[in-house]
């Protein structure tokens, strides 16, 4: 799809100039002040990012300084509304073929992924990139005992039988699991009382969710029943 734009071009050049939109070091208030409404950064952001991203395949054709530039972008725009697929998407063909910019910075991206809100568009994305990175011992190798818990942070509220499918739940235990197992045995037990109370916590709600479901059917069923008698009446 991108062969004639990057064919006989300079990737890495092209790659600069699109993070230099980005950039803190560039006027970006000055670019951004141009836009007259919210709607219309999204727009630009909507447009840039993806094509940021797209140029992580051609990682090999890029320079160290624009591969880490390339991958602080995506990370800050990880929480922007519509760019977080696209960011995985990039992160994890970053992951694929062990980035060492990627890998240095894999803890910070895991916590910027942990602040997102949980919502069924971005429970999947995220939920596939987090169990991607458990099948690849190399990544998570140099994660602390703090950055461990960004996982389990980012994966508990994806437990919830009440708002999610069984794909969702399933896969987020799945990935719970993992990650205890990898976890250092001295930092076990920390997490275990973590994972337990969060579990816990989704499973009531969700029981008193259903609960309460009950209670206004049979509400909705007795409504029901007396307007039918009164209008036999």
């Known amino acids: 799809q ?5 064919q006989g071009n300079d990737v890495d050049i092209l790659a600069r100039s699109l993070s230099d939109l980005f950039r803190i070091s560039y006027d970006k208030e000055h670019l951004i002040g141009r836009f007259s409404s919210t709607s219309e950064q999204k727009d630009f952001r ?4 993806p094509a ?56 910070d991206i895991v916590l910027a992924i942990s602040k997102v809100s949980d919502t069924m568009h971005v429970a999947i994305p995220i939920l596939e990139f987090m169990s991607t990175i458990t099948h690849l011992p190399y990544s998570f190798t140099n994660l602390n005992q703090k950055q461990f818990s960004y996982v389990f942070a980012t994966c508990l509220p994806y437990t919830s039988p009440a708002r999610y499918d069984h794909y969702v739940v399933s896969l987020a235990h799945h990935i ?16 275990a009382d ?3 109370e969060g579990i816990a916590k989704n499973i009531d709600k969700s029981v008193q969710d259903l609960k309460q479901m009950q209670r ?9 029943t007396v307007v039918t008698a009164a209008a036999g009446k």
């Open 2 to 6: 991108n062969k004639t734009l990057i």
């Open 46 to 49: 909507a447009l840039v990012i």
């Open 52 to 107: 940021i991203a797209s140029l992580i395949t051609y990682n090999s054709f890029l320079t160290t300084p624009t591969k880490k530039k390339t991958v602080e972008i995506l990370k800050s725009e990880v929480r922007m509304d519509g760019n977080l697929s696209v960011c995985i998407q990039a992160f994890t063909i970053l992951l694929m073929e062990r980035c060492d910019i990627f890998e240095r910075q894999l803890a």
């Open 176 to 191: 719970i699991a993992s990650w205890f197992l990898k976890a250092r045995i001295q930092w076990r037990k920390g997490y």
């Open 194 to 196: 973590y994972i337990i």
């Open 216 to 224: 206004q059917i049979q509400e909705n069923e007795g409504s029901v």
